[in-house]
Nanobody, 123 residues
Framework: QVQLVESGGGLVQAGGSLTLSCAAS????????MGWFRQAPGKEREFVSA????????YYSDSVKGRFTISRNNAKNTVWLQMNSLKPEDTAVYYC????????????????WGQGTQVTVSS
């Protein structure tokens, strides 16, 4: 199993930016496709973005496409989520996710979860 630790969450005004980081340890990072999910209070955990093992392909939900950018550096064992033009509806706990077999674009595909980091966007 790979251990995942998120950082970078916080409080930001609408229209602002945040960058989330997820540091991996325990297993070769390049063995995992990575993703970000989020969960708002009272709602199910939802897919946000994913990136393939080498970083050659990326995927986004319609709600964040054009505003968020996922990237990774396998030498640094880290995946990032750059979030721009944030909206109050982006408020949620954001989770880093890893999957060895498939690109994690849905929760059943995820083998490894981080503990989550809170993002709050004020209006």
């Amino acid at each position: 199993q790979v251990q995942l630790v998120e950082s970078g969450g916080g409080l930001v005004q609408a229209g602002g930016s945040l960058t989330l980081s997820c540091a991996a340890s325990g297993r070769p990072f390049s063995d995992y496709a990575m993703g970000w999910f989020r969960q708002a209070p009272g709602k199910e955990r939802e897919f946000v973005s994913a990136i393939t093992w080498s970083g050659g392909s990326t995927y986004y939900s319609d709600s964040v496409k054009g505003r968020f950018t996922i990237s990774r550096n396998n030498a640094k064992n880290t995946v990032w989520l750059q979030m721009n033009s944030l909206k109050p509806e982006d408020t949620a706990v954001y989770y880093c996710a890893g999957s060895a077999l498939v690109v994690p674009t849905a929760t059943p595909a995820v083998n490894n979860w981080g503990q989550g980091t809170q993002v709050t966007v004020s209006s």
